[in-house]
T-cell receptor
Framework: AQSVTQLDSHVSVSEGTPVLLRCNYS??????LFWYVQHPNKGLQLLLK??????LVKGINGFEAEFKKSETSFHLTKPSAHMSDAAEYFC???????????????FGKGTKLSVKP | DTGVSQDPRHKITKRGQNVTFRCDPI?????LYWYRQTLGQGPEFLTY????????KSRLLSDRFSAERPKGSFSTLEIQRTEQGDSAMYLC???????????????FGPGTRLTVT
């Protein structure tokens, strides 16, 4: 079965410093991996997705993630945090096999990112 | 706005009452998903439709829950005889069907927050 583990429930950074949100996955086949962001009182927004092409994936708002099969990791990074980045971030794996028909998403527990001025 | 919409955004009900939520997906999407998110947790999959067919139901979807998508467009999620444990955010998402490459992304609505008193 597929699963994701977000290693930190809360990360706090200062504005202008790098962001690292850690995620490990478990999958029996080549996974589809995503990062979603959830701002308070707003819907989930897709930041980026890994689809077995390039291992370094660039997303919106300056975020990127690197798929490392040997480490089963998909960490989210950003070189310089902004105050507007404060939100909950979810690492997600798609529950599907190659050519399968299901496709529901399996979410991690989330990492709350705080950005200090 | 052509995104996923949900109605109502908030619902307060007394234990034992029935409630119904509506989701309108992005019009070109034929897949529609329901998730539930409790406080401090990531969303958990409940069920999904491809067109009007309900193809998968999670074990979380007890017999008090029923979902429909009668014409393959909007969907409703009904909870009968609500319990305090049903208090959560109910999220709807839509997507294109899985492509031959097996990759897709889901677009989420803002959610319906249910409070059972």
């Amino acid at each position: 079965a597929q699963s994701v583990t977000q290693l930190d429930s809360h990360v706090s950074v200062s504005e202008g410093t790098p962001v690292l949100l850690r995620c490990n996955y478990s999958s029996s086949y080549s996974p589809s991996l995503f990062w979603y962001v959830q701002h308070p009182n707003k819907g989930l927004q897709l930041l980026l997705k890994y689809t077995s092409a390039a291992t370094l994936v660039k997303g919106i708002n300056g975020f990127e993630a690197e798929f490392k099969k040997s480490e089963t990791s998909f960490h989210l990074t950003k070189p310089s945090a902004h105050m507007s980045d404060a939100a909950e971030y979810f690492c997600v794996v798609s529950d599907q096999d190659y050519g399968g028909s299901q496709g529901n998403l399996i979410f991690g527990k989330g990492t709350k990112l705080s950005v200090k001025p | 706005d052509t995104g996923v919409s949900q109605d109502p955004r908030h619902k307060i009900t007394k234990r034992g009452q029935n409630v119904t939520f509506r989701c309108d997906p992005i019009s070109e999407h034929n897949r529609l998903y329901w998730y539930r998110q409790t406080l401090g947790q990531g969303p958990e999959f409940l069920t999904y439709f491809q067109n009007e067919a309900q193809l998968e139901k999670s074990r979380l979807l007890s017999d008090r829950f029923s979902a429909e998508r009668p014409k393959g467009s909007f969907s409703t999620l009904e909870i009968q005889r609500t319990e305090q444990g049903d208090s959560a955010m109910y999220l709807c998402a839509s997507s294109f069907p899985i492509s031959s490459q097996g990759r897709y992304e889901q677009y989420f609505g803002p959610g319906t927050r249910l409070t059972v008193t």
